[in-house]
């Protein structure tokens, strides 16, 4: 190894020789023009050559270390060998563990990001429909007191048909609906004219309509009717009891009118708990006011039944214009 460097070495030599004088003499004249040239150009290739074979004759001993090892690549004791093929044992066990891991975590975001079936209309109807046809079996019952309309105005009886019409979509909505009922319902009235022109369907409606009052179809000890004017505040609802309302609207304000008959009824009377989960806010208009539409006391209850929270139900139900707040946003 060592005398094919030294040949390349004197090769490299000559290679930078003049070609006319073949000596390294820089005084030989115009003869030596050309030393100069040829040195500068093979200075470079001579350093690269010169590398090339100091790399070569490291390998060629360092293979001549490893012929004396046999087994032993790295020339290192069967000791730190052992150690090594651990190491790397436990390298690879790691990487397999992390891939792994990856296929597992691809695999569950994968299932987490499957769109749902999608159902058709045909059977998401038929699912409300069953939905709404269980609660009246085992849900609670509500029944809208519709008596109360030879008290209002053509508009006033507008109105109300518009809130039965939310009541009942809000019941659809819900995934624990009650089963409603609308008493005091007369053909050709009024109020059955205007329920018919405002609700598209309202003819399908999933409810219970009746010309007979309530108190012919409930036993006594199951109604409790819901009035603002009541001292009681309703706690529970309970689906083994039936709760009115009554269908009033009143511009007029009519006081106490709902309950003044249900006084008259000897019913038990509730109202919603406004004062005990919400305060009056100051507002420019000065108003308060916990008498709200027949479709708002039904969103408190119904949200009251899915939630068991006061405190939902009321922020459901109340809105800001009444002039109250709950407790916790004061």
């Given at each position: 190894m060592s005398k094919l460097f030294h040949i390349c070495l004197q090769g490299c030599r000559e290679m930078m020789m003049c070609p006319e004088c073949k000596t390294e003499d820089p005084t030989c004249g115009d003869k030596c023009d050309h030393q100069q040239i040829?040195?500068?150009?093979f200075e470079?290739?001579?350093k690269n050559f010169l590398d090339a074979f100091e790399l070569l004759q490291i390998d060629m001993e360092w293979e001549h270390i490893r012929n004396q090892f046999p087994g032993?690549?790295?020339?290192c004791s069967r000791?730190?060998?052992r150690k090594q093929r651990n190491w790397e044992k436990i390298i690879s066990a790691?990487?397999?563990k992390r891939k792994h891991?990856?296929?597992?975590?691809?695999?569950r975001l994968a299932e987490e990001k499957e769109p749902a079936p999608q159902l058709s209309k045909r059977d998401l109807k038929e699912i409300t429909r069953e939905r709404l046809l269980g609660a009246k079996e085992t849900g609670p019952l509500l029944c809208v007191d519709l008596s109360m309309t030879n008290h209002m105005t053509k508009k006033e009886i507008s109105r109300l048909a518009g809130q039965i019409r939310r009541l009942y979509g809000s019941n659809k909505k819900s995934q624990k609906p009650f089963w409603l009922c609308l008493t005091g319902f007369v053909k050709n009235s009024l109020i059955a004219e205007e329920c018919l022109r405002m609700n598209d369907g309202f003819s399908n409606y999933l409810m219970d309509v009746t010309p007979e009052s309530y108190l012919d179809l409930f036993p006594l000890e199951t109604i409790v009717y819901l009035t603002p004017d009541a001292e009681n505040a309703l706690e529970e609802v309970d689906p083994h009891k039936v709760y009115i309302l009554g269908g009033l609207v009143d511009e007029t304000i009519q006081k106490q009118?709902?309950?003044?008959?249900?006084q008259e009824q000897h019913l038990q009377m509730a109202r919603l708990p406004i004062p005990e989960y919400m305060v009056k806010?100051?507002?420019?208009?000065?108003?308060y006011s916990t008498t709200l539409a027949i479709n708002q006391v039904f969103d408190a209850l119904s949200t009251y039944y899915e939630t068991k929270s006061w405190a939902e139900a009321l922020k459901a139900a109340v809105s800001p214009g009444k002039g109250y707040v709950l407790q916790d946003t004061t």
């Amino acid at each position: 190894m060592s005398k094919l460097f030294h040949i390349c070495l004197q090769g490299c030599r000559e290679m930078m020789m003049c070609p006319e004088c073949k000596t390294e003499d820089p005084t030989c004249g115009d003869k030596c023009d050309h030393q100069q040239i040829y040195g500068e150009v093979f200075e470079k290739d001579a350093k690269n050559f010169l590398d090339a074979f100091e790399l070569l004759q490291i390998d060629m001993e360092w293979e001549h270390i490893r012929n004396q090892f046999p087994g032993n690549e790295t020339g290192c004791s069967r000791n730190v060998l052992r150690k090594q093929r651990n190491w790397e044992k436990i390298i690879s066990a790691k990487k397999r563990k992390r891939k792994h891991e990856r296929e597992r975590r691809r695999a569950r975001l994968a299932e987490e990001k499957e769109p749902a079936p999608q159902l058709s209309k045909r059977d998401l109807k038929e699912i409300t429909r069953e939905r709404l046809l269980g609660a009246k079996e085992t849900g609670p019952l509500l029944c809208v007191d519709l008596s109360m309309t030879n008290h209002m105005t053509k508009k006033e009886i507008s109105r109300l048909a518009g809130q039965i019409r939310r009541l009942y979509g809000s019941n659809k909505k819900s995934q624990k609906p009650f089963w409603l009922c609308l008493t005091g319902f007369v053909k050709n009235s009024l109020i059955a004219e205007e329920c018919l022109r405002m609700n598209d369907g309202f003819s399908n409606y999933l409810m219970d309509v009746t010309p007979e009052s309530y108190l012919d179809l409930f036993p006594l000890e199951t109604i409790v009717y819901l009035t603002p004017d009541a001292e009681n505040a309703l706690e529970e609802v309970d689906p083994h009891k039936v709760y009115i309302l009554g269908g009033l609207v009143d511009e007029t304000i009519q006081k106490q009118k709902t309950f003044q008959n249900a006084q008259e009824q000897h019913l038990q009377m509730a109202r919603l708990p406004i004062p005990e989960y919400m305060v009056k806010k100051v507002n420019a208009k000065n108003y308060y006011s916990t008498t709200l539409a027949i479709n708002q006391v039904f969103d408190a209850l119904s949200t009251y039944y899915e939630t068991k929270s006061w405190a939902e139900a009321l922020k459901a139900a109340v809105s800001p214009g009444k002039g109250y707040v709950l407790q916790d946003t004061t």
